[in-house]
T-cell receptor, first 114, second 116 residues
Framework: GAGVSQSPRYKVTKRGQDVALRCDPISGHVSLYWYRQALGQGPEFLTYFNYEAQQDKSGLPNDRFSAERPEGSISTLTIQRTEQRDSAMYRC????????????FGEGSRLTVL | SQELEQSPQSLIVQEGKNLTINCTSSKTLYGLYWYKQKYGEGLIFLMMLQKGGEEKSHEKITAKLDEKKQQSSLHITASQPSHAGIYLCGADKYWYSGGGADGLTFGKGTHLIIQP
């Protein structure tokens, strides 16, 4: 697609439910990043992939969070047994080759856990 | 990893006026990135600075990385309503990274409001 696409844009769920957030990066982009942004804060790094390989998952808060990118394109961030503190905007970004620092961000998925 | 402090947290400026936003790190910045976030939208890349003393411009926005590479300033000349939004500075998570390839650490952002 023309830009990074994330779905759903808004997700309201009850505490304890699992949620899956999807990111469709710009076609051909090698790297894909997941960030989480709380209200009034900057984006917080969660994890990233080069192709299908997860390079760094040091930012995932705990083992309820996982991410995959099985075919090196679309990625899914899964949160199991959601808690209220998981409520945030989840942002996906992708980048192509080169080192100019330009990440292309999607519009985000707003998660609200009741 | 880097921790970035942005100042001011928020800024209200009359249209046509100049303004400056600062981003400070306690550690050497090996790559400093400025992004803009419009309310309800994704982040938009503005520019990347790597060398001490480097200055770059994008339309009416100029950013500079100081010689010690611990502070960057972003300056907007003759502000317009289109400049309103949240400005975020980011830095490479690891000193050996480049171009944001291994992910970025962001500051909390500066909210800019332009008054007509």
């Amino acid at each position: 697609g023309a830009g990074v696409s994330q779905s759903p844009r808004y997700k309201v769920t009850k505490r304890g439910q699992d949620v899956a957030l999807r990111c469709d990066p710009i076609s051909g982009h090698v790297s894909l990043y997941w960030y989480r942004q709380a209200l009034g804060q900057g984006p917080e790094f969660l994890t990233y992939f080069n192709y299908e390989a997860q390079q760094d998952k040091s930012g995932l808060p705990n083992d309820r969070f996982s991410a995959e990118r099985p075919e090196g394109s679309i990625s899914t961030l899964t949160i199991q047994r959601t808690e209220q503190r998981d409520s945030a905007m989840y942002r996906c970004a992708s980048s192509g080759a080169g080192v100019n620092g330009e990440l292309f961000f999607g519009e985000g998925s707003r998660l609200t856990v009741l | 990893s880097q921790e970035l402090e942005q100042s001011p947290q928020s800024l209200i400026v009359q249209e046509g006026k100049n303004l400056t936003i600062n981003c400070t790190s306690s550690k050497t910045l090996y790559g400093l990135y400025w992004y803009k976030q419009k309310y309800g939208e994704g982040l938009i890349f503005l520019m990347m600075l790597q060398k001490g003393g480097e200055e770059k411009s994008h339309e009416k926005i100029t950013a500079k990385l100081d010689e010690k590479k611990q502070q960057s300033s972003l300056h907007i000349t003759a502000s317009q309503p289109s400049h309103a939004g949240i400005y975020l500075c980011g830095a490479d998570k690891y000193w050996y990274s480049g171009g944001g390839a291994d992910g970025l650490t962001f500051g909390k952002g500066t909210h800019l409001i332009i008054q007509p």
